[in-house]
T-cell receptor
Framework: AQKVTQAQTEISVVEKEDVTLDCVYETRDTTYYLFWYKQPPSGELVFLIR??????QNEISGRYSWNFQKSTSSFNFTITASQVVDSAVYFCALSEYGNKLVFGAGTILRVKS | GAGVSQTPSNKVTEKGKYVELRCDPI?????LYWYRQSLGQGPEFLIYFQGTGAADDSGLPNDRFFAVRPEGSVSTLKIQRTERGDSAVYLC?????????????FGPGTRLTVL
């Protein structure tokens, strides 16, 4: 069965600190996709990134970066110089065949000014 | 363009009642998904449609839940004889197609409260 584990339930940082959100996944598929979504207090899930299982290159988008390591089945997300607006719940997800998403339990990020 | 919309945003009902939750996907998206998110949890898959047909309904918890998408666009999630345990946020998402790499875009959800 496919599974996504986000071991960090809640993280609190002070503005401008860097923070890494961990994601570990389990799958027997050789082809799969990994996602990160952000859920701000408004409740709507916002797509951040998609990564396929054949592309282990790290990706950077502004203050966001993602580190995908198949050897450890991890897809971690780092926010550099965090800001109060980054406060949200962040979900890592894995897609099965047919694009059905399996989500982790989420990590609550609180950024204090 | 317009994103996924869901109505109502909030629904309060009494145990045993019937409810309908509506989802309007992004125009041109052929795949539509329903998820349920309980407090403090990640969304859990319920059902998805490719066009008008339910491609996978394995996540529906029991036969009180069913969903339709008669014209391949708007979908309605229907819950009969609601129970307090059905209280959750029901999320709808749509994607261009059903391929594994097609990104799902989510609506704001319907918060269902069963008293």
């Amino acid at each position: 069965a496919q599974k996504v584990t986000q071991a960090q339930t809640e993280i609190s940082v002070v503005e401008k600190e860097d923070v890494t959100l961990d994601c570990v996944y389990e799958t027997r598929d050789t082809t799969y996709y990994l996602f990160w979504y952000k859920q701000p207090p408004s409740g709507e899930l916002v797509f951040l990134i998609r990564r396929n299982s054949f592309d282990e290159q790290n990706e950077i988008s502004g203050r966001y970066s993602w580190n995908f390591q198949k050897s450890t089945s991890s897809f971690n997300f780092t926010i550099t110089a965090s800001q109060v607006v980054d406060s949200a719940v962040y979900f890592c997800a894995l897609s099965e065949y047919g694009n059905k998403l399996v989500f982790g339990a989420g990590t609550i990020l609180r950024v204090k000014s | 363009g317009a994103g996924v919309s869901q109505t109502p945003s909030n629904k309060v009902t009494e145990k045993g009642k019937y409810v309908e939750l509506r989802c309007d996907p992004i125009s041109g998206h052929t795949a539509l998904y329903w998820y349920r998110q309980s407090l403090g949890q990640g969304p859990e898959f319920l059902i998805y449609f490719q066009g008008t047909g339910a491609a996978d309904d394995s996540g529906l918890p029991n036969d009180r839940f069913f969903a339709v998408r008669p014209e391949g666009s708007v979908s309605t999630l229907k819950i009969q004889r609601t129970e307090r345990g059905d209280s959750a946020v029901y999320l709808c998402a749509s994607s261009v197609g059903m391929a594994t790499d097609d990104t799902q875009y989510f609506g704001p959800g319907t918060r269902l409260t069963v008293l």
